[in-house]
């Protein structure tokens, strides 16, 4: 992961986060997480770029025991504000990443482009804390290189999350306005689909 702003230890271990967050592939919002500071800001508003490019193996893709490859193109422009994380985060997200089975030599490019605000809106961002997070945009595009749309997940979206420090607990879906087949699916349709798509038995 490459910090357009500058590096610091705590991008490394952020870096790991969103690598698991990659693979797992819940909904790109989720970045928002990963890169989120521990540490309150000062005014004025904190502005941060990255972009993560690169490639990746998942040994095990949607616990198939199949490996996949993945090249990867994410940027992601976070704006924080004066008042710390716990009052606003809001971050525009863009990429795609792109999986091929070796076995078969498919291969299925998944995109994404838009806008996540997260707010906490109960709690200690050390100990239980609640957030509104929405997601407006393309938080998923799933298609065959050069071939059909398998899955088109846009519009917007509200989840009440909440977490035990950075430890997720549990979510729900606060408003939707879609189409969002992704997550009226509970997050299990895009294993379904790519696993199809890249001929894993």
């Given at each position: 992961m490459l910090p357009l702003g500058g590096g610091n230890p705590e991008w490394v271990e952020k870096r790991e986060f969103m690598k698991q967050l990659r693979l797992l592939l819940l909904v790109p919002f989720t970045l928002v997480l990963a890169l989120m500071p521990t540490a309150a800001s000062a005014a004025?508003?904190?502005?941060?770029?990255?972009?993560?490019?690169?490639?990746?193996?998942?040994?095990?893709f949607c616990g198939t025991g199949q490996a996949v490859d993945i090249a990867f193109d994410v940027r992601v422009n976070e704006w924080i504000s004066a008042n710390g994380p716990e009052d606003l985060v809001r971050t525009?997200?863009?990429?795609?990443?792109?999986?091929?089975?070796?076995d078969t030599g498919l291969s299925v490019v998944v995109s994404f482009a838009g806008q996540t605000t997260d707010t906490i809106i109960s709690g200690d961002p050390e100990g239980l804390n609640t957030h509104f997070i929405t997601t407006k945009g393309l938080p998923q595009k799933i298609q065959t290189v050069n071939g059909p749309v398998l899955l088109r997940d846009a519009g917007l979206i509200a989840f009440v999350t909440t977490f035990d420090g950075d430890e997720f607990i549990s979510q729900e879906t606060a408003y939707v306005k879609g189409p969002h087949p992704e997550a009226e699916s509970d997050f299990v349709l895009f294993c379904e689909i790519m696993t199809e798509a890249l001929g894993i038995a």
């Amino acid at each position: 992961m490459l910090p357009l702003g500058g590096g610091n230890p705590e991008w490394v271990e952020k870096r790991e986060f969103m690598k698991q967050l990659r693979l797992l592939l819940l909904v790109p919002f989720t970045l928002v997480l990963a890169l989120m500071p521990t540490a309150a800001s000062a005014a004025p508003p904190e502005v941060n770029h990255f972009r993560d490019v690169g490639t990746d193996t998942d040994p095990d893709f949607c616990g198939t025991g199949q490996a996949v490859d993945i090249a990867f193109d994410v940027r992601v422009n976070e704006w924080i504000s004066a008042n710390g994380p716990e009052d606003l985060v809001r971050t525009t997200f863009s990429g795609t990443n792109t999986f091929t089975n070796p076995d078969t030599g498919l291969s299925v490019v998944v995109s994404f482009a838009g806008q996540t605000t997260d707010t906490i809106i109960s709690g200690d961002p050390e100990g239980l804390n609640t957030h509104f997070i929405t997601t407006k945009g393309l938080p998923q595009k799933i298609q065959t290189v050069n071939g059909p749309v398998l899955l088109r997940d846009a519009g917007l979206i509200a989840f009440v999350t909440t977490f035990d420090g950075d430890e997720f607990i549990s979510q729900e879906t606060a408003y939707v306005k879609g189409p969002h087949p992704e997550a009226e699916s509970d997050f299990v349709l895009f294993c379904e689909i790519m696993t199809e798509a890249l001929g894993i038995a």
